[in-house]
């Protein structure tokens, strides 16, 4: 479903495959959202429960692409008859890791092949929609609600942006150019020393500009 998502939303080929482990190392993709920003996003291996010894060293490794992520999209499978528990698995997995804090997008994906006739089934949609955090109905497959998500990423990626206002040399210039892709430019002035910049961008890029920041 990971994959599936990235695909229909990157339409950058990533493998899709129904089995378990289908991804076993991180696949990045750049993404342009709709305000025009763009975000990295990183698919990785599935979370179960009980995972065997064997494939801990290779698990826990891929994971650790959460730890540098600004935000988390949760992909379930809601047509699964244990989606609850795969869920209360992951958010296990996340406090282990040390990213229960971390915001979270959940995407309830395969809303397909649900039978929204049935009460029960329906019942338990919409109730999901209300406990998960920041739950949208999905089909990767179908294309159906990936629009909305992509919005919802964006302006939850906008919310959670630091201001700054930085002078970039001009040797630097290629700071200049990650700014625009990953950021939102307020102000943009070239003097002598040069390029100063103000605006917002993702915490987790602020970093690399903490040498170019101006207090005043």
């Not at 919409?126 to 919005?151: C, F, H, M, Q």
């Amino acid at each position: 479903g990971k994959s599936t998502l990235l695909n229909a939303i990157s339409k950058a080929g990533v493998t899709a495959a129904d089995q378990l482990f289908a991804t076993l190392d991180p696949t990045t993709r750049r993404v342009e959202l709709p305000s025009g920003r763009l975000a990295l996003f990183t698919d990785t291996v599935g979370f179960i429960q009980k995972l065997p010894t064997t494939l801990v060293a290779s698990f826990r490794a891929t994971l650790e692409e959460i730890n540098e992520a600004d935000l988390l999209l949760h992909v379930v499978d809601a047509s699964h008859p244990n989606a609850d528990e795969q869920v209360a698995a992951v958010e296990e997995v996340l406090e282990e890791l040390g990213a229960g804090d971390k915001p979270v997008i959940t995407a309830l994906n395969k809303v397909d092949r649900l039978d929204l006739a049935h009460a029960e089934t329906a019942a338990w949609l919409e109730t999901a929609k209300t406990d998960y955090p920041n739950a949208i109905a999905i089909s990767a497959l179908r294309g159906a609600g990936v629009d909305e998500l992509l919005n919802f990423i964006d302006e939850r990626l906008r919310q959670d942006m630091v201001h700054v206002r930085i002078l970039i040399p001009y040797q630097n210039g290629d700071l200049v150019s990650l700014f625009h892709q990953y950021g939102h430019v307020e102000q943009e002035e070239y003097t002598g020393e040069g390029t100063i910049m103000e605006g917002r961008m993702p915490t987790s890029m602020a970093g690399r500009f903490a040498d170019y920041w101006l207090t005043a």
